[in-house]
């Protein structure tokens, strides 16, 4: 079996509209998009995978899970106090392991259904383990899974043959769930893991680890036990070496690293303009930026130290609304903090502290 590709987020190749992904997506959309019937219609999540350039519904009972090799499509649709009219925050998800077409797809059809709700929603750009804590208030617990669409949506088998480790690690705020390798280089003694073995559920509970994880693995440990299936809570230092826990691990497992991107704290505003005729992408301010720096008939981008915004002028030409997309993403990889979440925020519509 071939090793997936983790995407280099130094790579700076997302010139994806206009390439053949694009042509690949219309072909495959034809003249409409059935995937897009009663999206945003009423208050609610709905959540979509990338398959094949296909967009195709997740179900609800995965709400939440996330394979790493896909790229997926979030819509979550709401109304403001005392509102009738319907509000859209719209994200496309970067799995560490998806591909160039995939995320791409997903890139592209965002736009599409942001085009199908009349430009109402907020677009934004997530990245798998540096999500927005907006995009994390949906879930109450987020899993990351090993694999892609050609491994389907599955539940965990009574009968496990392939173990599983999972790690668990948050607080009140969210506790995330990742599928990693089963080496015990991994085994963070802050944090809370589930290890399901051929014939047992294990849940191994790091010496310093908060209540908060160890609630959601009891909770996902109750959920995992089937049929026959054992379960045993082990606490870290009382387990003894040649405990059946430990036979799982192998030396040959990956082990997780930390990549430490460096955050900067300076403000800058590029310029993305066709006004010459031609597309441009120019630096407008580093440092000091203020409102009198935007131009109604352009897009810019704007990079805050804890989100990248991309602010569309009402007079902004369709060439330009299309390619913040590729442009935004480009200019991050070239930065110290490529997998920043991404916001797209129209004029007018724009936060009380935007320029602050």
């Given at each position: 079996m071939q090793k997936a590709k983790e995407y280099d987020w130094k790579d700076s190749n997302m010139a994806l509209f206009g390439s053949d992904v694009e042509k690949n997506v219309k072909k495959a959309s034809a003249e409409t998009e059935k995937a897009w019937e009663n999206a945003g219609a009423k208050v609610g999540l709905q959540v979509w995978?990338?398959?094949?350039?296909?967009?195709?519904?997740?179900?609800?009972?995965?709400?939440?899970?996330?394979?790493?090799?896909?790229?997926?499509?979030?819509?979550?649709?709401?109304?403001?106090?005392?509102?009738?009219?319907?509000?859209?925050?719209?994200?496309f998800w970067i799995g560490k392991y998806s591909t160039q077409d995939e995320y791409g797809t997903a890139a592209y059809k965002t736009v599409e259904l942001d085009t199908l709700l009349d430009d109402k929603p907020v677009q934004?750009?997530?990245v798998m383990e540096h999500e927005s804590p907006l995009f994390k208030s949906y879930f109450p617990i987020?899993?990351?899974?090993?694999?892609?669409?050609?491994?389907?949506?599955?539940h965990v088998e009574t009968k496990v043959t392939d173990p599983k480790l999972f790690h668990f690690h948050g607080d009140k705020k969210g506790v995330e769930v990742k599928e990693i390798g089963i080496n015990k280089q991994n085994l963070d003694p802050s944090d809370v893991y589930?290890?399901?073995?051929?014939?047992?559920?294990?849940?191994?509970?790091?010496?310093?680890?908060?209540?908060?994880?160890?609630?959601?693995?009891?909770?996902?440990?109750?959920?995992?036990?089937?049929?026959?299936?054992?379960?045993?809570?082990?606490?870290d230092g009382d387990v003894e070496p040649d405990h059946p826990f430990y036979k799982y691990f192998s030396?040959?497992?990956?082990?997780?690293?930390?990549?430490?991107?460096?955050?900067?704290?300076?403000?800058?505003?590029?310029?993305?303009?066709?006004?010459?005729?031609?597309?441009?992408?120019e630096k407008v301010a580093e440092g000091k930026v203020d409102q009198s720096m935007?131009?109604?008939?352009?897009?810019?981008?704007?990079?805050?130290?804890?989100?990248?915004?991309?602010?569309?002028?009402?007079?902004?030409s369709p060439q330009e609304k299309k390619k913040w997309?590729?442009?935004?993403?480009?200019?991050?990889?070239?930065?110290?903090?490529?997998?920043?979440?991404?916001?797209?925020?129209?004029?007018?519509?724009?936060?009380?502290?935007?320029?602050?």
């Open positions: 995978r990338i398959n094949n350039f296909q967009v195709e519904h997740w179900p609800k009972e995965g709400y939440g899970k996330f394979f790493d090799g896909d790229s997926y499509i979030i819509l979550n649709t709401y109304k403001k106090p005392n509102e009738d009219a319907l509000y859209y925050d719209l994200h934004h750009r997530e987020m899993t990351y899974v090993k694999g892609g669409a050609k491994s389907g949506f599955r589930i290890l399901i073995g051929t014939d047992c559920i294990y849940q191994w509970n790091g010496k310093t680890c908060n209540k908060d994880e160890k609630f959601k693995a009891t909770q996902h440990c109750h959920e995992l036990k089937t049929g026959k299936m054992k379960s045993e809570t082990l606490d030396d040959d497992q990956p082990v997780e690293g930390t990549t430490n991107w460096v955050k900067s704290e300076t403000c800058t505003l590029h310029r993305l303009s066709d006004a010459s005729g031609n597309l441009t992408f935007f131009d109604t008939n352009d897009v810019f981008i704007f990079d805050k130290p804890d989100v990248c915004y991309v602010w569309i002028g009402k007079g902004a997309p590729e442009f935004s993403l480009n200019y991050l990889s070239k930065s110290g903090d490529p997998c920043k979440p991404v916001t797209a925020v129209k004029e007018g519509f724009e936060e009380n502290n935007f320029y602050n």
